[in-house]
């Protein structure tokens, strides 16, 4: 071969060469992105899991690197899932500017999260199940084409969790997004409901706050999971999910949502599995979502009231609510569904929803509720509560109501009409509400409390007409004061206190229409029970604590005893004791003071309009009224100390041991309630014989009131234990346990579970209503029972005497023997 031939063959050989170099350029990987996995492999603790190549340096390929996928010499797909790779991710990997798909699931992938702004062309991106323990604020910004972005199950900023940017509304390609476990805080943001793509939305097991955006309505929604949702969860209603007709399955289970499940959820034709479990929805279960076909519906740990339907769906589970009944399809009582339709026209609050379980509003825990003795529900005391709504017209399904209390809350609407059927009805307070006129006209005897309504003062204001007519007690003026929530005479106190489980009926001139004095202050009531002849009585002695100047009345057959209190000269105890003869003659007409002295005298002033006892016969049943015949000496009056208006107030210690209140025996503070514990203690003296504290008895029985609470529960030690002097038969026996019972109560330890005295009444009035000689009506016949009371016995006595035990005239064998602690001069002739 000549020269020029080797010539010509070297130029072959290196264009061959250079064709081939500039060939293998053209399909290398992009150095950024070759440089970026490389920084992705680097960062790794065990990146031989990855099997790339050492040395190579052409991602791309080809072969391309495991896991690799790429676009001529761009990278657009890294799918590492379920590796088991332990590290932290580049800073930079947003610089891969077309990565469409990217697969992290289910590694050890930590540290901070690497910002994925700019990322315009990512479709898909998981990242969840790893380490990330930071997030960058601009991690969302420009993913304008991302589609799915699973972020579960990473402890993002754990200290201080964090809120979804509202940049991620920009993403209008978004179809599911998921961030169940992830730190999320604040409240759902409202873009979601916006979003036109999105089917499904996963933030389960985060701090999400706040109820369901109102932009939810309608929304293409499938998956919804807001589940189990830390610090107390989400709240508020779900009338939204009613709209959203698309959802397969919806868990909102582990939150406070409350409110009714929304009628229309029976819409929802799609559903398949819904969970409300661990909220506080109340109300009725609808009838549409009964019969729903789903496969799964879990109602468990709420407050659903009424009655439990038959569903219709494969699984369901409804424990642990306020259901009437145990057993689908069984109804409720009719008073039951009276009192629901009441609470749901009150929008079914929480507190009452929570107490109102079971079928029977008499035997509790039906808070607010009293009943009568033949298990009628008889008051309605729901003041100062802050209750929403109207007056349902459902109550005229419950003819034995004597009192509505509903004052100081936020009612508003008329009045119903058909409230006017109640004939029982003696009260009903409504005052400090938002009602419009007009009322309507109640029969006599009902006592309408309408003070602190606007529309109602506004009206009256323009000259509309009231009911002043004397056929039924008309409004309060205007400008009078609105009754005490806490009156006896009205409605019990529901500061805390349950309300009385019974109640007594009306009295035949209307009761409960009881007027205050002028000037005088609310009423402080002590019951004494007493035995005779084996039968349990209850004599009421009512002693009023009032502030007004002496008057003195004369009535025939009253008799009534001034005391002067010191501290005020106006203030006076008044005592109302039973008829006697010797009063009649007493001056009655004088208005001088009268001293300390006046009960050794007999002296007295008349008064009309109360029961009255024989002083002297007080004088003989007491030896003269000597200490060791009093109860609680020192105890009973001693809230009395408080200045005016003011319910309780710090003093020195007094009292007598045995009586004292715990809080007070350890605070000084004196309350109501430290009277009503002494009182408490005087009835279980009453029933067991025993005193309150003796150090003769054994150390378990030596303080009655601890003593009595280990024996109260047992039916059968209780009656062991009662005092035999009672004679105590088989007929009372519901007494007594009615009588141990409230002692329990005015005993609690804690005040506030303590009732008010005004319960005390009408727990001990019920009995005296019981002992009624019913079967001897036409023997009493002569007897005006509208009379008062000392004249109806009066009349009783003189018809005993000729008519009742024939033609004895010595009915000494009736008399029981005299009980030990009466003094001899004490005989039957007193007695009555």
Known sequence: MNSDQRKL???????????????????????????????????????????WPAKGNDPCGPPAWPHVFCSNDRVTQIQVQGLELEGPLPQNLNQLDELQNLGLQNNHFNGKLPSFSGLSNLQFAYLDNNDFDMIPADFFDGLSSVRVLALDSNPFNESTGWPIPGELAESSQLVNFSCSKCNLVGPLPDFFGKLP???????????????????????????????????????????????????TQAWLHGNQFTGSIPDDIGDLTSLRDLNLNGNQFVGLIPPSLANMNLQALDLNNNMFMGPIPKFKAVSVSYASNSFCQ????????????????????????QKLASE?????????????????LKHQVSVINLPKLGLNGTLSPSLVNLPSLLRICMGGNNL???????????????????????????LPRFHNGVRLI????????????????????????SPSPINSPSPSMNSPYICPSSDGDQPPLLDSPPSPSGGYTLEKPENSK?????????????????????????SKRRETKKAPGGGVIHHKVSSDPRKMVEIAVADNSALETKNTTSTESKTSDWLEKDACFIEAGHLVISVQALRKVTNNFAQENELGRGDFGLVKLAPDRERSVATRLAGTFGYLAPEYAVTGKITTKVDVFSFGVVLMEILTGLVALDEQRPEEQRYLAEWFWQIKSNKETLISSIDPALDAKEDIYESIYIIAELAGHCTAREQNHRPDMG?????????????????EADKCSGIDITLPLPQMLKGWQEGVSQDLYGASQDSKGSIPAKPSGFADSFTSADAR
């Open 9 to 51: 063959l070297c130029v072959v050989v290196v264009g061959v060469v250079i064709c081939g170099f500039l060939g293998s350029v053209s399909g290398v990987t992009n150095q950024n992105d070759f440089n970026i996995l490389n920084d992705f492999r680097n960062g790794l603790e065990n990146p031989e899991l990855l099997k």
């Open 412 to 438: 508003h609407g008329t009045v119903p009409a058909n409230l006017t059927l109640l004939r029982s009805l003696r009260l009903l307070d409504l005052s400090g509400n938002n009602f419009d006129p007009p």
């Open 356 to 372: 109102w379980v079971g079928n029977d509003p008499c035997q509790g825990p039906w808070w607010g509720i009293t009943c009568n």
């Open 326 to 349: 145990s057993d689908p399809g069984e109804r409720c009582a009719p008073e039951v569904n009276a009192l629901l339709e009441f609470l749901h026209d009150l929008s079914f609050p």
């Open 759 to 775: 319960h005390a009444v009408n727990i001990l009035a019920q009995l005296v209503e019981k002992w009624k000689p019913v079967e």
């Open 522 to 546: 609310k009423p402080k009531l002590v019951v004494i029970v007493g035995s005779a002849s084996g039968i349990f009585l209850g004599v009421l002695l009512a002693i009023y604590c009032l």
């Open 197 to 247: 793509s999105l089917t499904s939305l996963k933030l389960a097991y985060n701090g999400l706050t706040g109820d369901i955006p109102s932009t939810f309505h309608d929304s293409m929604l499938l998956v919804l999971w807001l589940n189990d949702q830390n610090g107390g969860g989400m709240t508020g209603s779900i009338d939204v999910i009613g709209t959203m007709v698309w959802l």
């Open 450 to 473: 309408t003070d602190g309504n606007p529309k109602m003062v506004a009206n009256r204001s323009k000259g509309s007409p009231s009911q002043t007519d004397g056929r039924a007690l």
